[in-house]
């Protein structure tokens, strides 16, 4: 069964800093990867997603895959109060979206 | 963007107690979910559903039930609620699930507390 882990478990960054978000996965079947975010009070939402090795970047938030290393990851440049959230790894398989699993998530903490 | 609502917001009941969970997505998804979030384990799939009449069993399925009675509604019954069922649930949908990578939508959730 897929094993999906996140580390830090909770993380305090300055604003302005990068905040740096692993997770490993333990599928080798594993081919399509989200990262969720969750502000207090409120359900998941997706980020962004990243389906091939290497980077991807969408204007402040960078993921990083290698399948071959069972890890993705995800980088928040210059980080703002408002990226304060629960951040989620979800990893699927080949199975199809049925088959989603979620890491434990990584609580991320911006100090003003 | 996909819209999910959920029903009740906040639900209190007894041990033993009969519990209907009420999630209504709009965006004419085929696949729903119904996931609960404890600390320390995450997000955790109970049941999901194809379609109407569907129903596919999650991880963590004992102790519920889910019916999807229309392409729009997805119900998760708790038919003899424990104190172990006390989290916060959240419903999902997406659009064509199966083999296809898709975004879940999440709907605001429904804390439950079992006393």
């Known amino acids: 069964q897929q094993k999906v882990q996140q580390s830090p478990e909770s993380l305090i960054v300055p604003e302005g800093g990068m905040a740096s978000l692993n997770c490993t996965f333990s599928d080798r079947n594993s081919q399509y990867f989200w990262w969720y975010r969750q502000h207090s009070g409120e359900g998941p939402k997706a980020l962004m997603?990243?389906?091939?090795?290497g980077d991807k970047k969408e204007g402040r938030f960078t993921a990083h895959l290698n399948k071959a290393s069972l890890y993705v990851s995800l980088h928040i440049k210059d980080s703002q109060p408002s990226d304060s959230a629960l951040y989620f790894c979800a990893v699927m398989n080949t199975g199809g979206a049925d088959r989603l699993t979620f890491g434990k998530g990584t609580q991320l903490i911006i100090q003003p | 963007e996909a819209a999910v609502t959920q029903s009740p917001r906040n639900k209190v009941t007894v041990t033993g107690g009969n519990v209907t969970l009420s999630c209504r997505q709009t965006?004419?998804?085929?696949?729903m979910y119904w996931y609960r979030q404890d600390t320390g384990h995450g997000l955790r799939l109970i049941h999901y559903?194809?379609?109407?009449?569907?129903?596919q069993i999650g991880d963590v399925p004992d102790g519920y039930k889910a019916t999807r009675t229309t392409q729009e509604d997805f119900f998760l019954l708790l038919e003899l609620a424990s104190p172990s069922q006390t989290s916060l649930y959240f419903c999902a949908s997406s659009g064509l699930g199966g083999q296809f990578a898709e975004t879940l939508y999440f709907g605001s959730g429904t804390r439950l507390t079992v006393l």
């Open positions: 997603s990243i389906f091939s090795n």
């Open positions: 559903s194809y379609g109407a009449g569907n129903l």
């Open positions: 965006n004419s998804h085929n696949y």
